[in-house]
């Protein structure tokens, strides 16, 4: 099947810096990339969906200036937590829309932020 | 109203027993239903995809749908220790994905 790169898997970071994860499709163009987070014991939640050669759309409350998706190439989409803080800690999860279904995705194995 | 809603409940079953998980929807418009597995840690995988009322057979797994109550279930058989992960109902339509929050599965040897 499908296969979705995401790096780093763990990053831990100071409270004001910024963080890159980077979301790859290995073998198929995805046009469309989702980015999600994850709290423990809770659902995914969707943040932005990326198309490529254009704006994120955000979905509402999370905040465009804070997470900076850039989708430049078929291939790669990145997600940049910027001036991080410990609350923004989390498991950040792409995905990519590619599959032989209308709607199936492939996920990648998820970034966890650890923010001190 | 959410639009999935999912028990998260945590689910210990026997190895061999029957594993049924299920998720409501509110959202009529919603046309593809999917069941996802996710271990600790990782991605979630596709298991199950069906965008029509009934039933669908993989192997030891069944989704099953029911539009007219807005109800979908994902039925375990026999169920084996490497069953045990975190399962998310997934439905979509009109250019939208909602996820359920997840019901965790533990299948005790």
């Known amino acids: 099947g499908a296969v979705v790169s995401q790096h780093p898997s763990w990053v831990i970071c100071k409270s004001g810096t910024s963080v890159k994860i980077e979301c790859r499709s290995l073998d198929f163009q995805a046009t469309t990339m989702f980015w999600y987070r994850q709290f423990p014991k809770q659902s995914l939640m969707l943040m932005a969906t990326?198309?490529?050669?254009?704006?994120?759309?955000?979905e509402q409350g999370v905040e465009k200036d804070k997470f900076l998706i850039n989708h430049a190439s078929l291939t790669l989409s990145t997600l940049t937590v910027t001036s991080a803080h410990p609350e923004d800690s989390s498991f950040y999860i792409c995905?990519?829309?590619?599959?032989?279904?209308?709607?199936?995705?492939?996920f990648g194995e998820g970034s966890r932020l650890t923010v001190l | 109203q959410k639009e999935v809603e999912q028990d998260p409940g945590p689910l210990s079953v026997p190895e061999g027993a029957i594993v049924s998980l299920n998720c409501t929807y509110s959202?009529?418009?919603?046309?593809?239903f999917m069941w996802y597995r996710q271990y600790s840690r990782k991605g979630p995988e596709l298991l199950m995809y069906?965008?029509?009322?009934g039933n669908k057979e993989d192997g030891r797994f069944t989704a099953q749908v029911d539009k007219s109550s807005k109800y979908i279930s994902l039925f375990i058989r026999d169920s084996q220790p490497s069953d045990s992960a975190t399962y998310l109902c997934?439905?979509?339509?009109?250019?939208?994905?909602?996820f359920g929050k997840g019901n965790q599965v533990v299948v005790i040897p």
């Open positions: 959202n009529s418009a919603f046309q593809y």
């Open positions: 069906t965008y029509s009322s």
């Open positions: 995905s990519a829309s590619g599959g032989r279904y209308t709607g199936e995705l492939f």
């Open positions: 997934a439905i979509g339509g009109n250019n939208r994905l909602a």
């Open positions: 990326s198309n490529e050669g254009s704006k994120a759309t955000y």
